[in-house]
């Protein structure tokens, strides 16, 4: 029988040996727009480092960047200046499609509204990334990931009849089941009652501590953010220091 740490290592080989490179750099990330007044920063400067495993909350008042910089982050939005590496690579120095290949090789994104296909059961959900990627145990991979999350009995179900905590459940399945180098979350129990949000904010930990994923998430929620190892607060658009 493996122990506890075979079978950790056994879900994600790179425990074994944890690389040098950091998983997430970003190195004076800065957004800007133009609008009817001139120029609007949305974002000034912001550095940032995760390592494997680490987790981290990006917390801050209502406007103050926090979703941008995770889409920027992601590579889901470009930043006026600066860079973003993930696994080592420079996102911005990637073309559109191969950068987003590269988000598929590394990275799951949960969003606070889900974003479920409602047209395709929680299983056929969580087995599209194993399906874009060629998996040929996309079914069973699908099926083991929704019994961790406690979702057995609705594999068949579609988001229509789910309540929120099961869909953001889905969510959460889907974003794991390709074992992601980084797992980055937008407010995930933003929409969710406080216990069926402890509930997930519970499972997100569990699954981050069992697979050893990198977690970054913005939360408005000091409680979860106090779970986090390190906390990076915005105001304005720029990083406020600990003092």
Known sequence: MMTSAQVTA????????????????GVGVSKSVEDATGTLSILSNVDLTLSQGQTMAIVGAS???????L??????????SGQVLLAGQDLFALDEDA???????????VFQNFQLLPHLTALENVMLP???ASRKDARSAAADMLDRVGLASRLRHYPKVMSGGEQQRVA???????????????????????????????????????VGTTLLLVTHDQGIAKRCQQTLTLAAGQVVLPG
């Open 130 to 132: 194993l399906e874009l």
């Open 10 to 25: 056994e879900l994600n080989p790179a425990l074994i040996t944890p690389s040098q490179t950091p998983v997430l750099q």
């Open 63 to 69: 406007g103050s960047g926090k979703s941008t910089l």
């Open 71 to 80: 889409s920027i982050l992601a590579g889901l939005d470009t930043p006026s």
């Open 172 to 210: 959460l399945a889907r974003a794991f089941v390709m074992r992601p180098t980084l797992l980055m979350a937008d407010e995930p129990t933003g929409s969710l009652d406080f216990a069926t949000g402890e509930s997930v904010m519970q499972l997100m930990f569990a699954l981050n501590a069992e």
């Open 99 to 109: 950068r987003a290949a590269w988000r598929g090789q590394h990275l799951g994104f």
